[in-house]
């Protein structure tokens, strides 16, 4: 009985592994240090804000629903943020 709850939680746990793997890969588009905008729209198709706090670098913020921007919404692929 312990082989086959040992056999079950490494066949879940390697599931798990392999379907996370199988997700398209999160290429990180960063802007160029150039960018001054306050709106960046990724190649990929992921729309972002530009922000900073005093004395900090640049940070990019993913935007959930950019239409008014005219970009689609965000899905899985895109990342929460980007370092500028």
């Given at each position: 009985?312990?082989?086959?709850?040992?056999?079950?939680?490494?066949?879940?746990?390697?599931?798990?592994?392999t379907?996370?793997?199988?997700?398209?890969?999160?290429?990180?588009?960063?802007?160029?240090?150039?960018?001054?905008?306050?709106?960046?729209?990724?190649?990929?198709?992921?729309?972002?804000?530009?922000?900073?706090?005093?004395?900090?670098?640049?940070?990019?913020?993913?935007?959930?629903?950019?239409?008014?921007?005219?970009?689609?919404?965000?899905?899985a692929?895109?990342?929460?943020?980007?370092?500028?």
């Open positions: 009985m312990k082989l086959i709850f040992a056999l079950t939680a490494a066949t879940l746990t390697f599931g798990a592994v379907a996370d793997a199988q997700v398209a890969p999160r290429t990180l588009m960063t802007p160029a240090v150039a960018q001054t905008g306050q709106w960046y729209i990724a190649p990929n198709g992921c729309s972002y804000t530009r922000t900073q706090a005093p004395g900090q670098s640049v940070i990019w913020m993913l935007i959930q629903n950019p239409h008014h921007i005219g970009g689609r919404n965000a899905t692929v895109c990342p929460r943020m980007l370092q500028g």
